[in-house]
């Protein structure tokens, strides 16, 4: 056991030889590296399929039809579902033990994707989405706590961290682009048949991981269940309007008040209502949000608008994207340079300004703008938000005590993807009203809520950290 050393000189009762044979073949056939490697292609995965989907819901609503409101399905049935789980599925992965927890995840994800390349309509493709997201959700934590348990050192561990997340920002710069690429050579089903053999990939290098213990982890089942329905039905709210959209808000609120009651009575909520008692927490909670509201919402935006408003080809869209989430790796590490020297509040503040200033030259850009001039004028949003989120995530980790950093980082990742749900879901309703007036608006909304975010930012002078 760790922490249990033999001194060779000290008598030591005798040893099951076969016990011996087993941990030595163990030792011998597991890798750290590709443990790494597994859990690096299976976080790319999960958040290659956050974005890839975008550039080809024009293909998707002439192969299937069901207009603006189906498209956003087509995206949001996704993130909804991974952002929902996402609170609970730590648990799980503690119980099931991270490596079978990843490897149900995969399994399931590569299933789905099979499932939405194969789907004969609109219904099945959005079923096969929310397959895919409550997949998405148990493969994100599970591939993190195998990085951790592959890496005991912590100066190891956190250099295998950091390529973890850079595997996440290349699939992110990636993403617009292989779905261009494979929408336009292919087929839009090729965004999801690419993901079998690389899931296959994922599950063949898990064989070389240890098996993880499984601990006991309390699940808080009544709150995770109002959390889903409460978002689910907002979002309908959102999309579909009308009385159904009345009657959905109504079933929104009913079951956010249940949510909120739970919670304060769970001896193990899912969110922790105490975590926003810190001003630090509910800012850092808030700007994430808001950039990820300016970030998806303009990517699914941009995605429509370089090929319905200006009739560019799945992949010429695709590569529009290219600037601008192409600097986002290298603006995450400039982000922690700065915290290191000048503290998270300045990174923050420039982030979430830069970002804000970004989408108000946006409302300048139409139909006759050049292409390349809308791709440069699209990068200070995506730097923008890059240089926010790892200052104002190291902030977050340091007003909560370190037994709940894991909770408190479910927390603002799920906050994060509901938020770039429902961003899918407002902009999306507002520009099938008229695109042009409905992308100003919503980048007007988008650039509001960065500039109220940053002002919290600026007003922060530091809060204690959750008891």
């Known amino acids: 056991m760790e922490g249990m050393a033999t001194n060779p000189t000290t008598e030591t009762p005798p040893t099951d030889p076969r016990l011996t044979s087993a941990t030595s073949e163990l030792e011998h056939h597991t890798s750290p590296s590709l443990t790494l490697a597994a859990a690096l292609l299976g976080f790319a995965l999960i958040t290659l399929d956050a974005s890839v989907v975008n550039v080809a819901l024009p293909s998707i609503g002439s192969a299937f039809g069901g207009g603006m409101s189906g498209l956003q399905w087509v995206v949001d049935a996704y993130t909804l579902a991974f952002a929902a789980l996402m609170l609970s599925t730590g648990a799980f992965a503690d119980r099931a033990g991270a490596s079978r927890a990843y490897g149900i995840g995969i399994a399931v994800f590569t299933l789905a994707s099979a499932a939405c390349g194969l789907a004969p309509g609109l219904p099945v493709l959005i079923g096969a989405r929310v397959a895919q997201g409550v997949a998405a959700a148990v493969v994100l934590p599970a591939s993190l706590a195998l990085v951790r348990q592959a890496y005991p050192d912590a100066a190891r561990r956190a250099r295998a961290v950091a390529l973890w997340a850079a595997g996440g920002s290349v699939a992110v710069a990636l ?189 300048f850009v139409d139909a006759s703008t050049p292409p390349a001039l809308v791709a440069v004028l699209l990068v200070p949003m995506a730097l923008g938000c890059a240089l926010t989120i790892p200052p104002l995530t190291a902030t977050m980790m340091d007003a909560v005590p370190a037994d709940r950093a894991g909770l408190a980082a479910g927390v603002l990742n799920s906050a994060r993807q509901v938020a770039g749900g429902l961003a899918i879901a407002a902009f999306g309703s507002l520009v099938s009203g008229g695109f042009g007036s409905g992308l100003r608006v919503s980048l007007a909304l988008a650039a509001a809520l960065l500039a109220l975010t940053a002002t919290a930012t600026f007003r922060l002078r530091g809060s204690a950290a959750v008891s």
């Open 175 to 363: 993403g617009p682009v292989a779905g261009g690429a494979l929408t336009t050579a292919w087929d839009w089903r090729g965004i999801f048949f690419i993901n079998l053999p690389l899931g296959a990939l994922a599950l063949v290098l898990l064989l070389r991981a240890p098996r993880s213990e499984r601990r006991p982890a309390p699940l808080d089942l009544p709150g995770q269940l109002t959390a889903v329905v409460a978002l689910t039905a907002l979002t309908f709210a959102v999309i579909e309007g009308g009385a159904g959209g009345l009657i959905a808000l109504a079933v929104a609120v009913t079951a956010a008040v249940l949510f909120v009651r739970i919670e304060a009575r769970q001896a193990y909520p899912v969110v922790p209502l105490g975590l926003f008692r810190s001003r630090t927490v509910s800012v850092a909670v808030a700007a994430g949000a808001a950039c990820s509201v300016a970030f998806y919402g303009v990517v699914f935006l941009f995605s429509l608008f370089f090929q319905q408003a200006q009739g560019r080809s799945a992949l010429s869209a695709g590569l529009m994207f290219l600037p601008m989430t192409g600097l986002i790796a290298v603006t995450n590490i400039a982000a922690g340079k700065l915290s290191g020297r000048y503290g998270a509040r300045l990174p923050m503040l420039l982030g979430q300004s830069l970002a804000a200033a970004g989408l108000l030259v946006l409302l």
